[in-house]
């Protein structure tokens, strides 16, 4: 199951990095202005780091676990709850980024 998670999280991090260079390509266009990266492209950027890091942190808990060592189950838990909460609202995000994109290919200029 964390597998399909992590393909899962890897999809949608790959969606929305391709989201954010077209994005950044016809800003840059408009502008007419050296490339930058935008600081809501790098807070999204660093918001999918740190589901990233939250995910593979949990992974690694659950497999002490598994494996017998000294790790409070409690912990375990909440981490992998934290976990989950996290790409759930990422997931989120990216919907509402979709369909705010969509809307905006939609408006004839």
Known sequence: ???R???LFSHHQDRVQQMLDQIASRQ????DQ???ESPFASLL???IGRVNSMQMDSQ???EQLLAGE???QAEVFTSVQ???MSFRLLVQIRNKLMQAYEELNSIRV
Request: no cysteine; hydrophobic share 30%.
């Open 1 to 3: 199951m964390q597998l």
């Open 5 to 7: 998670g992590h393909e």
């Open 28 to 31: 840059k266009v408009i502008d």
């Open 34 to 36: 050296p490339e930058e």
């Open 45 to 47: 950027t660093d918001g």
């Open 60 to 62: 690694d808990l659950m």
């Open 70 to 72: 000294d790790v409070n």
């Open 82 to 84: 934290k976990a989950d």
